[in-house]
């Protein structure tokens, strides 16, 4: 049996310090975008998992968005929530690949937050 690379199984555990350095990576690159501050970023993390959420300034609770597996530093595979069937569909990034980093998966999911 032979090893083939997949982007949509397998990824690299966040440890607590990467998780630390996404959370502020997507606060720098919020603040960026038009759509700050009336919607706002939330992040949690399980495992090799970032789940993207967006919270709308004077809500209390925010809606999905995206999950991003981790494989290495700017490289993560996307998967959007899609809300017709309520779970994680993989899809490519705007550059025609499985691959982007963080920021490109926040301005993916920029529709939503218009």
Excluded: H
Aim: aromatic share 20%; charged share 25%.
């Amino acid at each position: 049996m032979s090893w083939v690379y997949s982007p949509q199984s397998g990824g690299i555990k966040i440890t607590p310090s990467k998780q630390s350095l996404f959370l502020q990576k997507a606060k720098a690159f919020e603040k960026t975008r038009s759509w700050f501050p009336a919607f706002q970023l939330k992040l949690r993390f399980k495992n090799q998992f970032c789940y993207l959420d967006a919270l709308r300034t004077g809500e209390l609770s925010a809606f999905p968005l995206c999950r991003l597996r981790y494989f290495r530093d700017n490289i993560w595979s996307m998967a959007f929530y899609t809300y017709s069937n309520e779970r994680y569909e993989p899809c490519y990034f705007r550059n025609g690949t499985w691959e982007g980093s963080l920021e490109e998966a926040v301005e993916m999911c920029e529709m939503y937050l218009s």
